[in-house]
């Protein structure tokens, strides 16, 4: 490995729309957006009617530039880690903003911090509810085990 590679940061997609190895120049059709993000065309379709991707149109076709394939790559990482489609379209206004980069990571530091803490609250949730199903499991066989004796 060289020094370069060591000592490169690579941000998150969340932290904005990263042109990495895609021309600016090149357009994708639907079918190849889908297979690129491994998503189903009714997926595309939604965030395209949800103002969240803005393909150009060529009769029926829909093409998607570089623009978009950030966007997918905002969109697909902010939906993996909970945020909902008004968050999202928060993270995507703020990115594409004119707000300075350092305020930009600051609020998007905050979003994904308040994100945590509800995760954090959900799983204490579900790991108590685990708890109670096992006790109620347990309650449930010795009744099953009394049964059969």
């Known amino acids: 490995m060289n020094n370069v590679t060591a000592n490169m940061v690579v941000a998150p997609d969340i932290a904005g729309p990263v042109n990495v190895d ?32 803005h393909p150009v149109r060529r009769g029926a076709r829909r093409f998607y530039n570089s623009r978009d394939v950030g966007r997918m790559r905002v969109i697909l990482q902010a939906k993996k880690i909970g945020l909902t489609l008004t968050e999202i379209r928060r993270v995507i206004k703020l990115v594409e903003g004119d707000t300075p980069r350092g305020e930009q990571l600051s ?22 509810q685990v708890e109670e199903v096992e006790s109620v499991l347990k309650s449930l066989d010795q009744l099953v085990g009394s049964q059969a004796a």
Do not use: H, P, W
């Open 22 to 53: 895609f021309d600016d120049d090149k357009v994708l059709a639907i079918s190849e957006m889908s297979e690129l993000f491994g998503v189903t065309l009714r997926t595309l379709r939604f965030y395209e009617e949800k103002g969240l991707l």
């Open 107 to 128: 609020e998007l530091r905050s979003i994904c911090l308040s994100q945590q803490e509800m995760l954090r609250e959900q799983k204490t949730m579900l790991d108590e």
